[in-house]
């Protein structure tokens, strides 16, 4: 396993590259539209490290024990993308179901993200060519989930030994110190869902990533022991 140091510096490193790879899209997210901040957004137990770490430093640890962040069972994500990913490369389907919370996401404040440096890679992702409230959902380019989601299961990669769910629930967990009934367990990398029309645009952001040097050594090293 990873020191947590240095998991979150390649967490770091990972948005950065993320955001730098992005910029190329014009997508018209802008701070105030907010319809997209909502109580099903998922993440890793390693995200959730850095916003407990932004809201110690903030004092505003207190904000979780609100019932927004209580675990609602009939509301639990089942399947991680890892697991989600790998049964899809077997040729299994995997059943999705249609339980996700879209009330407001509780740190939302004032139609802004109130932890916004440490938002998990989950928002991160979410983007739309038009303003999701005109065309009612949101619009991606080709290739560009992809993308993403290689980068999301690399922070599950990361997070051996961690747990994956929904945000708000994971941090309740990381909160009260319990592991039952806060998450899945994280599972590795079984390979990649890049069709081949979207290698030319995906591989770029992955061999970048790949390569980077993060204390001492190249990101694709840190992969590799991760599951050590
Ligand atoms: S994804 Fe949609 S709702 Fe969210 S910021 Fe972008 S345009 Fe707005
Ligand atoms: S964490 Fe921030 S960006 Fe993510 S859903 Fe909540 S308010 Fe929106």
Redesign the pocket.
Same mark, same amino acid.
């Given at each position: 396993m990873i020191p947590p140091p240095i998991q979150q510096l390649l967490l770091t490193a990972l948005y950065a590259a993320f955001a730098e790879w992005a910029e190329k899209f014009a #997508?018209?997210?802008?701070k105030g &539209?907010?319809?997209?901040?909502t109580r099903s957004v998922t993440m890793t137990s390693l995200e959730g490290g850095g916003i407990m770490a932004f809201l110690t430093a903030m004092d505003r640890l207190a904000e979780l024990t609100a019932p927004a962040f209580q675990p609602t069972p009939n509301r639990m994500a089942q399947c991680t993308t890892n697991t989600f990913v790998g049964a899809h490369l077997k040729g299994k389907s995997v059943e999705e179901e249609e339980n996700w919370d879209l009330r407001p996401c509780p740190f939302l404040k004032e139609e802004t993200c109130s932890i916004y440096p440490v938002r998990p890679f989950g928002c991160r992702l #979410?983007?739309?060519l038009?303003? &999701?409230?005109t065309c009612g959902v949101?619009e991606m380019p080709p290739g560009y989930l992809a993308g993403a989601t290689a980068l999301l299961q690399c922070i599950e990669h990361l997070d051996n030994g961690g747990a994956w769910g929904i945000m708000t629930e994971v941090l309740s967990g990381l909160n009260t110190g319990r592991t039952d009934g806060f998450g899945e367990p994280t599972a590795p990398i079984p390979g990649f869902l890049i069709a081949p029309d979207e290698h030319a645009l995906v591989e770029p952001l992955l061999q970048g990533l790949l390569t980077l040097e993060i204390a001492g050594q190249p990101f694709k090293q840190w992969l590799e022991d991760a599951r050590l």
């Open positions: #997508f018209a997210c802008r &539209c907010a319809t997209c901040c #979410f983007v739309s038009a303003p &999701c409230d949101a």
